[in-house]
């Protein structure tokens, strides 16, 4: 689970990096412009509700605005003022837009991110086919360096927002939108789906880690490997995973290779289970497999045929799975 500043699910008021800088600093100045707006406004109102010159008003008496007694100026002098405030704000705004749209350099690595009901899946892509793998749910990059998301929607229309690395961008079935993130020192930051997509929506988190490029390239290098020989309980407990979750989880080097739900091969290296939202300790990992419905109901996950005695061997798996 993420931990310091970064625990406050969706700060935007602060960004942590190249591509997040302009935006929040386009966030404070839009921010700024309408609070003195408002005051001006509310300054100018409170004026014209104690300043009643010379008539004896009643309460629901209009007053006249004459053009001869310069009323009239006011509203052009107002509207002019206005104007100039949002013009200001609009070409601030898609100057942001346009200096964000590219990356500065060419990113380091491309990641293919899949949104689902209710989860992500991340593909890391590369031209060498034997480096290619597949992860869900937690999205490592290297830092200081820009990295290229491709991002598709798997059944419904998604939003990929990571609020302190980048804005919003729609994931979308049979389209594939490209953003680009750089997070300017490793740490971990929370995202979100934020475009309603079913009963779970509000629990699609993820995380993006941002690591070192050394520590990058070993946790890649680490991906790529298939889990340790499980021993014991957990080898039986590999069978049971095979026959009972394997039509829709993959584990490397296993014949569990399955894609409708996250793949599993590196599970324990991870912090959350269920997009994100739950943590990946023993007992809650246990419950999860046990009963999904109950942590995440509607979610795609079915309750498993599994007797008591076998789902513990399958929990024994999955702990071997680093
Ligand atoms: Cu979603």
């Not at 302009?22 to 300043?51: F, K």
């Not at 209710?118 to 830092?143: C, G, K, M």
Request: glycine share 10%; proline share 8%; hydrophobic share 45%.
């Amino acid at each position: 689970m993420p931990n310091g500043a970064w625990a406050v699910p969706l700060q935007y008021l602060t960004g942590a990096g190249e591509k997040a800088a302009p935006v929040v600093a386009l966030t404070w100045g839009v921010l700024v412009i309408s609070v003195i707006v408002m005051m001006v406004i509310a300054g100018l109102l409170a004026g014209a509700i104690w300043h009643r010159p010379g008539q004896n008003w009643t309460v629901g008496d209009r007053g006249p605005v004459l053009s001869h007694e310069g009323g009239l100026n006011w509203l052009w002098i107002g509207v002019g003022i206005s104007t100039l405030a949002l013009l200001f704000s609009v070409v601030w705004t898609v100057k942001v837009l346009a200096q964000i749209e590219r990356p500065p350099a060419q990113p380091a690595v491309t990641i293919e991110v899949t949104a689902k009901q209710w989860w992500w899946q991340v593909r890391y892509l590369s031209d060498d086919v034997s480096r290619r793998f597949t992860t869900a749910n937690e999205i490592h990059i290297p830092a200081g360096v820009p990295v290229r998301l491709k991002l598709i929607g798997g059944d419904v229309i998604h939003s990929f927002w990571v609020p302190q690395l980048a804005g919003k961008m729609d994931a979308i079935p049979g389209q594939t939108n490209e953003t680009w993130l750089q997070a300017a020192a490793p740490g971990t930051y929370y995202g979100q789906c934020t475009e309603y997509c079913g009963v779970q929506h509000s629990k699609m988190a993820l995380l993006v880690v941002a690591q070192s490029p050394a520590d990058f390239r070993k946790w890649w290098a680490h991906q790529l490997a298939p889990p340790p020989a499980p021993q014991g309980l957990a080898l039986a407990g590999q069978g049971d995973f095979i026959s009972h979750c394997g039509a829709c989880h993959a584990v490397r080097g296993t014949q569990a290779a399955g894609a409708l739900g996250p793949d599993l091969s590196h599970l324990m290296e991870r912090s959350t289970i269920a997009s994100g939202v739950l943590p990946s300790d023993g007992p809650t990992l246990a419950h999860w497999i046990a009963d999904p419905q109950s942590l995440k109901p509607g979610s795609l996950m079915p309750v498993p045929a599994l007797s008591e005695y076998e789902l513990a061997n399958v929990h024994a798996y999955l702990k071997t799975l680093g």
